[in-house]
């Protein structure tokens, strides 16, 4: 008997042992090594079992936290017990897995899973008498096998107190992981959230949009993930180096979180036979480094949908060269991988049988300290087929928008608090500006963009002044807007 099979026997006899001093007497409270929070971030085809790779849902566990709890295992029904008694021991390398490790290559198969010699084990007995083990290897994860598959458990990194026992996969299954990209949003699980949130956003829009529509969100996605795959360069297998892996991470953190925002908050929107969609469009240059991030409103359904869909497209024809993609220049002093940005979406403020109303929003960078944003209203009368305008609003004599602008200036005066409040001109400005007007049910909302009447640290302001304030200087065709 060679001397590395003397010492894994003598550790197996260790092994017996100490299993069984410690199932007499198994605690309520996991081992220190053990207790808290661990997720599982991978799995693989036994040793013992056929050799293939798996297949799409094959490893249904991945992605799940688990959490060794006192008198409790807090995770998915397949893991989770209540009460559970923990065992302590250490487990001979040979005798892992209930022993399915092959008897002439148990050393070479535990090996690579990461053991060398024996296992520090704990033993998690269930109150209805099922039972499971899980090893922690060498590099500290932790193994533990349902059938013929192997699942690998990690410590997630981050604040504990943010943690919770639970589904944190991302939103694709990890088995198919098939770049570095998606491995490592698989490993890390702050990534693995945003991808959900992402995914789940992309879910419900794939349910309530048109065929036509949803088109549009599908390419653009698939753009955006192929743009984050080249920006992070992961897009060839996990590197080996720990600190590649971290680069990869860092740079996906990076972008991940404004386009889950963006999914997040993405919705179609409902009403009278109508549905107003979000259709996405996506693009990247590498040279200088370019994003172009759109999503603008589209209106389904109804004679009207064409009008307004027309005067849309016309009115956001006007703004579309605020960043000119064929004239791009790099400033200088530009951190290397830094993007020249346009960004541009959409918020409903009011979508009824009556009026349509969005605001628009861009947030362009092409150098500097910050991003030059823009925000107007589209204002859209469904009965008519037009755009709305003050002369729909107010009377000719215009004391509508002179009571505006004294509302404004009060609104005003308390929201700028100690500062100085701002200019009475700069209030009339733009309070006399359409376009910076939007409506809910039971108001008007004056939007006074950065750098209107304050500078750029103060940022922007709005004005709510309620119908009940305003029905006396509307039009009486537009009186109805305050009786939805």
Known sequence: MTWWRRILAGAAILSAFANAAHAEDGSSDPDNDFFG???????????????????????????????????????????????????????????????????????EQGSVLGFMGWAETEHVVCGDGTARDYYRTHGGDLLFAIGDVIYRLRKPKGDPSTFQAGDTAPGFDCVTADNAARQVICLDLKLSRLDRTMTDGYRRLEAAETAASFASVKAAQQAWFASIVQR??????????????????????????????????????????????????????????????????WLDGGPGAAAFNAYVAQTLAEDAKRVDPDHLYVPPGLPPGTALTARRRYAVSRFDARLISVQILTDDYTGGDHEHRREFSINWDLAKARSMGFGDLFPLDKDGLQFATDFAMKDLAGQFGS???????????????????????????????VYSIANYSQGAFDVTIPFAALKEYLTPDSAPLARQ
């Not at 060794?68 to 250490?90: E, I, M, N």
């Not at 740079?251 to 109508?274: I, M, Q, S, W």
């Not at 376009?435 to 004056?446: E, K, M, P, S, Y």
């Open 232 to 297: 992070c360069d992961a897009g060839g297998p996990l590197p080996d180096h720990s600190d590649d892996v971290a680069d990869i991470r860092d740079c996906l953190a990076d972008l991940y979180p404004e386009r889950a925002a963006l999914f997040e908050n993405t919705a179609v929107a409902k009403a009278a036979g109508h549905a107003l969609e979000p259709r996405m469009h996506f693009a990247m240059r590498a040279k200088p480094l370019f994003v172009d991030t759109d999503t603008v409103p």
């Open 419 to 449: 500062e100085p409040p701002p200019r009475q001109d700069d209030v009339a400005r733009v309070v006399a500006d359409p376009r910076a007007w939007r409506f809910t049910a039971d108001a008007a909302i004056v939007h006074f963009p």
């Open 37 to 107: 929070f661990w997720r599982v971030i991978g799995a693989e085809r036994a040793p013992w079992a056929v050799a293939r790779g798996l297949k799409n849902g094959e490893a249904p566990l991945i992605g799940w936290t688990i959490e060794f709890h006192d008198g409790d295992l807090r995770g998915p029904p397949a893991l989770g017990c209540k009460p559970a008694r923990y065992v302590g021991s250490q487990t001979a390398m040979a005798d892992v897995f209930d022993r399915r490790l092959d008897r002439d290559k148990f050393v």
